[in-house]
């Protein structure tokens, strides 16, 4: 890509599109797995709370 000088400011090769669909590609894939492994996990369980809680107010 040229500026309004013709001077060169940058080059794109086919190599670099190549690398930004893998990119998407992968992470597309990873937030798939992520999702579905997310959505079968059990709900955290949280301890029994025992006794009262330290200050109540009445």
Known sequence: M???SRRL????????????LLGCGVGLLLSMVWINVARHAPPP???PVKGSPPLQVD
């Open 9 to 20: 400011l940058f080059v794109l090769e086919p190599s670099h599109a190549w690398l930004f």
């Open 45 to 47: 369980e949280f301890p």
């Open 2 to 4: 040229y500026d309004k």
